[in-house]
Nanobody, 126 residues
Framework: QVTLVESGGGLVQAGDSLRLSCAAS????????MGWFRQAPGKEREFVAG????????YYADSVKGRFAISRDNAKNTVYLQMNSLKPEDTAVYFC???????????????????WGQGTQVTVSS
């Protein structure tokens, strides 16, 4: 079992930055591919960014590429999402998720993830 707790969300203005954190507890964090997903009101949950369990592979949705950066600190059992140049369309609840030894080919596949956090709200005003 893995427990994921997100933090760092909030209300910001367009162009601002935020850093989300996701702290994991339970099974060995370093064996999990980690992903960030988001869900806006009335929309389906969508992939944002992922980082492989071995840390050297990252993948981003086109909508955030060049603005967001995912990273992990295995010593702290934490994955981060640095969000820069935020836009109103980035407004959503952001979820982190964990996939045990998830492969590159499925890093953006929601059903591949075994564990989910409760989410943190990010609101970007124009």
């Amino acid at each position: 079992q893995v427990t994921l707790v997100e933090s760092g969300g909030g209300l910001v203005q367009a162009g601002d930055s935020l850093r989300l954190s996701c702290a994991a507890s339970g099974r060995t964090f370093s064996t999990f591919t980690m992903g960030w997903f988001r869900q806006a009101p009335g929309k389906e949950r969508e992939f944002v960014a992922g980082i492989s369990w071995y840390g050297s592979y990252t993948y981003y949705a086109d909508s955030v590429k060049g603005r967001f950066a995912i990273s992990r600190d295995n010593a702290k059992n934490t994955v981060y999402l640095q969000m820069n140049s935020l836009k109103p369309e980035d407004t959503a609840v952001y979820f982190c998720a964990a996939a045990w030894k998830g492969e590159r080919s499925t890093i953006a596949t929601m059903r591949r993830y075994d564990y989910w956090g409760q989410g943190t709200q990010v609101t970007v005003s124009s």
